[in-house]
């Protein structure tokens, strides 16, 4: 599962053995107006097409994932450069829970290559734009309030033990500081699992499989 406003090219370079591992990819999709977070993951199940698969989610895409492993038998959970728990969350995000300064946020600017680009991966660089535009596929006003909203009230205060959390320490929209009991990577950015890819297919059949 991608990132928020991302497509699942960002896992276009992830490459596991197709004799071991069978990939299917999840989309985003507007939700319904006034769904719950827990609506949304409930819909986002019908979409699986496997019996006790390994969820992997990715920022906005690990807090999904581990919803959605409250409605299905899974046989693992992996959340790279995500959150398991409110606790994990910047001040920045905190504060606007309880100021709805984000509400004033201009999601409308949807066409705004680089403001998009902001929001959805943490890299305002201009030289990455074209780079990161290619990996865009939501650019709905409605959507992305609705993602936002459900990020700063994301109120999980715990999570299983057996869930694998991989985060980098150069993240700058969860910054390392704030995240516990992770596998940490070297210099990885928020952007790792695009930028980082080959640290992925070396370890992930490992991870998944241990």
Same mark, same amino acid.
């Given at each position: 599962?991608?990132?928020?406003?991302?497509?699942?090219?960002?896992?276009?370079?992830?490459?596991?053995? #197709?004799?071991?591992? +069978?990939?299917?990819?999840?989309?985003?999709?507007?939700?319904?107006?006034?769904?719950?977070?827990?609506?949304?993951?409930? #819909?986002?199940?019908?979409?699986?097409?496997?019996?006790?698969?390994?969820?992997?989610?990715?920022?906005?895409?690990?807090?999904? /994932?581990? +919803?959605?492993? #409250?409605?299905i038998e899974v046989k693992k959970v992996i959340i790279i450069s995500s959150v398991k728990q409110k606790s994990e969350l910047p001040k920045r995000l905190i504060f606007a829970k309880y100021t709805?300064?984000?509400?004033?946020?201009?999601?409308?600017?949807?066409?705004?290559?680089?403001?998009?680009?902001?929001?959805?991966?943490?890299?305002?660089? #201009?030289?990455?734009?074209?780079?990161?535009?290619?990996?865009?596929?939501?650019?709905?006003?409605?959507?992305? @309030?609705?993602?936002? @909203?459900?990020?700063?009230?994301?109120?999980?205060?715990?999570?299983?033990?057996?869930?694998?959390?991989?985060?980098?320490?150069?993240? /700058? /929209?969860?910054?390392?500081?704030?995240?516990?009991?992770?596998?940490?990577?070297?210099?990885?950015?928020?952007?790792?699992?695009?930028?980082?890819y080959k640290w992925f297919n070396e370890r992930l059949p490992t991870i998944i499989l241990e």
């Amino acid at each position: 599962m991608p990132g928020m406003a991302a497509s699942s090219a960002i896992f276009k370079n992830i490459e596991l053995e #197709k004799d071991r591992f +069978e990939i299917h990819l999840l989309e985003w999709f507007v939700p319904e107006y006034g769904a719950t977070f827990e609506d949304y993951a409930a #819909k986002m199940c019908m979409q699986v097409k496997h019996e006790r698969p390994v969820l992997i989610g990715v920022s906005l895409g690990g807090l999904l /994932v581990q +919803e959605m492993a #409250k409605l299905i038998e899974v046989k693992k959970v992996i959340i790279i450069s995500s959150v398991k728990q409110k606790s994990e969350l910047p001040k920045r995000l905190i504060f606007a829970k309880y100021t709805k300064i984000h509400k004033l946020l201009p999601t409308g600017l949807v066409n705004n290559v680089e403001l998009l680009v902001k929001y959805a991966f943490g890299d305002p660089i #201009k030289n990455r734009l074209k780079l990161y535009e290619q990996y865009l596929a939501m650019r709905d006003k409605y959507y992305l @309030d609705w993602c936002i @909203d459900k990020i700063v009230h994301w109120n999980q205060s715990s999570y299983d033990s057996n869930l694998i959390h991989i985060h980098g320490d150069n993240d /700058v /929209v969860f910054p390392i500081q704030h995240i516990k009991n992770c596998l940490i990577v070297p210099s990885g950015t928020h952007t790792m699992i695009i930028h980082r890819y080959k640290w992925f297919n070396e370890r992930l059949p490992t991870i998944i499989l241990e």
